[in-house]
């Protein structure tokens, strides 16, 4: 069974920084892209970043210059380096891969139990 696990979220305080990390696990053949996205209370789930398994970025225009998204294929793990933090960057924050399991037939859309990161004045 394919399962992504994130860890880092936290409290920190603006202008601070923060490492979200997700790894991949189960019987996995291949990963597609891997991304991360958020949801603060009362908004609708938004797009922060995505990278390709060739290395290929997409930031929100929001977070861009101050997130940076890497991966590890060798890990099945993506990281989410967050930079000059801000209060409106608070949210739950969810890690989201298309993976190819080994016993399936295509890729599937799989998604993370979420981390809190809490921005504070």
């Known amino acids: 069974q394919v399962q992504l696990v994130e860890s880092g979220g936290g409290l920190v305080g603006t202008g601070g920084s923060l490492r979200l990390s997700c790894a991949a696990s189960?019987?996995?053949?291949?990963?597609?892209?891997m991304g991360w996205y958020r949801q603060a209370p009362g908004k609708q789930r938004e797009l922060v970043a995505t990278?390709?398994?060739?290395?290929?970025?997409n930031y929100a225009g929001s977070v861009k210059g101050r997130f940076t998204i890497s991966r590890d294929n060798a890990q099945n793990t993506t990281y989410l380096q967050m930079n000059s933090l801000k209060l409106e960057d608070t949210a739950v924050y969810y890690c989201?891969?298309?993976?190819?399991?080994?016993?399936?037939?295509?890729?599937?859309?799989?998604w993370g139990q979420g981390t809190q990161v809490t921005v504070s004045s």
């Open positions: 189960g019987s996995i053949f291949r990963i597609n892209a």
């Open positions: 990278i390709t398994s060739g290395g290929t970025t």
């Open positions: 989201n891969a298309v993976i190819w399991g080994a016993t399936m037939s295509r890729f599937l859309n799989y």
